[in-house]
C-alpha cells in the first residue's frame, strides 16, 4: 500500500516538472521568435508607434491694443522651461564642462548646489540606457534669460550638439495693470470667460499647429524631422479705449464709491458722432473700502435696473411727439404739500414746486410733474405711450460688440404685470429696466440732434499693420425723434445744469447738459430706502462731443441723489477730457487778461521738481546749479523763456516761507515742522497768518489763504507738470509728509480674480 502511494507521488512529481520545462521550453521559443527580423521590426513598429505621438503647438494669442494702436492693454509673453537631452551630449565634452554649468545653474535658479547640478547633469549621460529627456527646473524664465542661458558651457552648442531644450509659454500679460481689466476680460481653460477676450477669441487665438513629440519619463520631447506644422498667431485687436480717459474715469469713479460707501459703480464715455467707447470703468464692493471689477455692470444684467429720473427724458420725448405743440412754457400743477396721487399711486417731490413750467419742471426732476403730464396725455390710450418708447429702440438690445449684453424690458398694456398704476410709474424711470450704455445710447441720440448710433468697442482686427477688418458705428435710427423735439430736450438738458439739480457741476468753462437720476432699488417685493444714483448727459452742451453716464449704486454716506453722488463724478471726467482736447483749450486760454509769459507759473518749490518741469516744456533756467538749497524761488528773468532762481534757505526753528507754493509743498514744509495747518479757497498759497522767518512754536496753527492761477499775480498760459498738477503718488521718494488733517487715505484697488 505504501509503495502504491510513494509511486503515485513521484509520478505525480515527474508530471509537474515535465510541465514546467514545456511551458520554460516555450517562453524561450517565444522570445526568441519575437527577437527574430520576422516578428521584431512588428514589435519594434508598434513600441515607437505609441512612444512617438503628435500634440497640438499652440499658437501664440494676438494683442489687444488701446485706441492709439501703440499702448498695448493685453498681450502674450513668451516664456520657457529649460529641458535637456543628454544623449546628443559628447561625453569628454560634458566631462570637461559639467561642472561650469553645474556653478552656473545653482547660481541662477537657486534650489540645489553647483555639485548636485554636475551629478545630476554626469548621472543623466551615464545611465544605462542614456536619458534622453530630463527637466533642469521647473521655474519658467523669460525671454532674456533664454538668451542668457543659451551662452552657457554645453548649452551654446544648441540642441543637436548641447541638448537645451526650451520649451515656450506664452503668460498673458498687462501692462496697465488692472486698468480697463473687466473690459478687456479673460478665457479659462474651458474656453468660458468674459470681456473681448471672450468675445473676440476666435480671432485672438490664431490656429494651433502640432508637432512630434516622444514620451520618455520626464516629460515630452519634441522630434524636429520637418514634420511640424507651425501655429499661426492670432490676430491683433485695436479698441477705441483712450488709456488716459480710462484712469481717469476709474480713478474719479474709485473715489466717489469710497466716499459714499457705494455698493457698486460705473462710468462710461463715448465720442457723439463716432459712437466710440474711450471709457469704460466698472467697480464693485468686496469688502468695508475695497472695490474689484467682477462684473460689467455698464452693459450686462448686474447693471440693469430701473433707471429712474433719466428715464423722464424719454416720457418727455413721447410727450413732444405725440404732441408737437406743447411747449417748454406750458405749466404743470404739482400742488403745494410735495405729494399726489396719480392715478392711484402716490409720486412725491422732494420739495412742493407748486405751478411751473415744463422746462421747471424738468429742471427740478419733479416726480409728481411728468407723471401727471404723462397720465393725463395718455391715460386714455397708454399703449401709445409704449409704442413711442418702442419707436427710440428703448426695447431693443443695441448689438454691442460686447458678449454679454443685458436685453431692456419695457412693458406695455399687454404685460401681464401691466396695472393701472403702471403708466405714471413708468414715465418716472420705474418698472422698466435698462443697462447704463442703453440709457447712454438714447441720451447721445440727443446730443447727435436725433442720429441714434451703436456705441462701439473696436476699431480693428489687423495681422500686424495690415487691417482685416475694420468698424464703425451703425446708425439705429436715423431720426429718432423731429428736429423740434429734439431742440425742446435739449434746451431742458441745458437748463438741469444750469438751474436746476444738477447746478452744482456747472462750470464757466465749458457748458453741460444733461439730467440726474435717483432711484428706490426694488428688493424682495417691494421698494427700500437705498438708492441708485446716477447722471448721464453730454459736454460742451453747444457742440457735444463726449456723452457720459454716471451710476453709482446704494450710496451710504447720507448723500443719496444723483446731483450729489454722481454728477460730481462725471464733472471730473469732463474736465480731464476738455483739458486733453486741445481744440476746445483755445477759449478756455484767450481767457486770460493781461501779460502772457511764455512760461509756465512757477513761483516755489522743489528746486529738482522744478528743473524737470523746465526740461520737459524746454524752458531754460538761470544757472540752476549754482543753487544748493533743496527749495527755491524762480521768478521770470530778463529772458522771457528761462526762470531766475533765487535759493530758498529752510529752517527747522523758523517757520517757512510757502507763499507761491503749491498746498502739497506747503503742507510738507509746515506740517513736518509741528504745525498744524487750515486752508482757505483753493489753489496756490497766496498768504499765510504766521509770518516767514518768525519763530516757530510747535502746534500753533497757520492758516493758508489759497487763489487758484488766474487770480494770482500772473496768468497760466500754459498747462503746468508742476506739483499741483501731479498725482499724490508722484512725489519724489524722499520726500515724506507728515500726516495731514484735511487729506485722508483711501484703500486701494484689488486686482480682479474671475469668479469660478
Known sequence: MKGNVKKAIVTRVRLAFLGVCLFSAAIVWKVSRIQSEEEGAKWRALEQERRVVYQPVFATRGTILAGDGKS?????????????????????????????????????????????????????????????????????????????????????????????????????????????????????????????EFTYNRSLAGK?????????????????????????????????????????????????????????GCVVLMEVKTGEIKAIA??????????????????????????????????????????????????????????????????????????????????QSSNIGVAKLINDHFSANPEKYTDHLKSFGLDKPLGFQMAGEARPYVKDPNDRSWSRTSLSTMSIGYELKLAPLQTLAFYNAIANDGVKIEPIIVKEIKQAD???????????????????????????????????????????????????????????????????????????????????????????????????????????????????????????????????????????????????????????????QAVAEDWVRVTPARDSAKLAVVAQPVSRDHVPNVQGMTLRDALFLLENRGLRVKTVGTGRVQRQSLTAGSALQRGATVVLELAPIGRQMVPVLLPTAAADTKPATAEPAKRRSAPSSITQQTPRRTEFKPKA
Not at 520637418?226 to 476709474?250: C, F, H, M, P, W
Open 72 to 196: 498695448i492693454m493685453a498681450t502674450s509673453l513668451p516664456f520657457y522651461r529649460v529641458a535637456w537631452d543628454p544623449s546628443v551630449v559628447d561625453k569628454d565634452v560634458l566631462r570637461a564642462k559639467a561642472d561650469s554649468l553645474g556653478l552656473l545653474l545653482s547660481r541662477f535658479f537657486g534650489d540645489k548646489s553647483a555639485q548636485e547640478y554636475a551629478r545630476k547633469l554626469k548621472n543623466a549621460r551615464n545611465a544605462s540606457p542614456v536619458v534622453r529627456y530630463i527637466r533642469l527646473n521647473s521655474r519658467q524664465i523669460n525671454f532674456q534669460e533664454k538668451k542668457q542661458l543659451a551662452t552657457w558651457p554645453i548649452f551654446r552648442l544648441g540642441k543637436n550638439k548641447g541638448g537645451v531644450i526650451f520649451e515656450k509659454v506664452d503668460k498673458r500679460f498687462r501692462p496697465f495693470g488692472g486698468l480697463a481689466q473687466r473690459t478687456i476680460g479673460f478665457l479659462n481653460e474651458d474656453k468660458n470667460g468674459a470681456g473681448l
Open 208 to 264: 494651433d499647429g502640432e508637432a512630434l513629440f516622444e514620451r520618455l519619463p520626464g516629460g515630452n520631447k519634441p522630434i524636429y524631422d520637418g514634420s511640424e506644422v507651425k501655429a499661426q498667431a492670432g490676430y491683433d485687436i485695436r479698441t477705441t479705449l483712450d488709456i488716459n480717459l480710462q484712469d481717469v474715469a476709474e480713478n474719479a469713479l474709485y473715489k466717489s464709491l469710497v466716499d459714499n460707501d457705494a455698493q457698486y
Open 282 to 363: 466698472n467697480l464693485g464692493k468686496i469688502g468695508d473700502g475695497v472695490y474689484t471689477e467682477n462684473y460689467n455692470y455698464a452693459i450686462a444684467d448686474q447693471g440693469r435696473t430701473e433707471p429712474g429720473s433719466t428715464f423722464k427724458l424719454a416720457s418727455m420725448m413721447a410727450l413732444f411727439e405725440d404732441d408737437p405743440d406743447i411747449e417748454l412754457t406750458d405749466t404743470v400743477n404739482t400742488g403745494t404739500s410735495g405729494s399726489m396721487k396719480i392715478a392711484g399711486a402716490i409720486k412725491t417731490d422732494t420739495h412742493p414746486n407748486g405751478r411751473v413750467t415744463i422746462q421747471k419742471a424738468i429742471e
Open 466 to 624: 495690415k487691417v482685416l477688418e475694420s468698424f464703425e458705428a451703425r446708425v439705429l435710427n436715423p431720426r429718432i425723434c423731429s428736429g423740434k423735439t429734439v431742440a425742446k430736450l435739449q434746451s431742458m438738458l441745458k437748463g438741469v445744469v444750469l438751474n436746476g439739480s444738477a447746478r452744482g457741476i456747472k462750470t464757466d468753462d465749458y457748458s453741460i447738459a444733461g439730467k440726474t437720476g435717483t432711484a428706490w432699488k426694488f428688493k424682495n417685493g417691494h421698494y427700500t430706502r437705498m438708492y441708485s444714483t446716477s447722471f448721464c448727459g453730454y459736454f460742451p452742451a453747444d457742440k457735444p462731443k463726449y456723452s457720459c453716464i454716471v451710476v453709482i449704486d446704494s450710496p451710504r454716506r447720507g448723500r443719496i441723489y444723483g446731483g450729489t453722488v454722481a454728477a460730481p463724478v462725471f464733472r471730473e471726467v469732463a474736465d480731464k477730457a476738455m483739458a486733453r482736447d486741445a481744440a476746445s483749450q483755445r477759449p478756455l486760454l484767450a481767457r486770460g487778461s493781461g501779460p502772457r509769459s511764455r512760461v509756465p507759473y512757477v513761483r516755489a518749490g522743489m528746486q529738482d521738481e522744478l528743473q524737470l518741469v523746465c526740461e520737459k516744456l524746454s524752458i531754460g533756467m538761470d544757472a540752476p
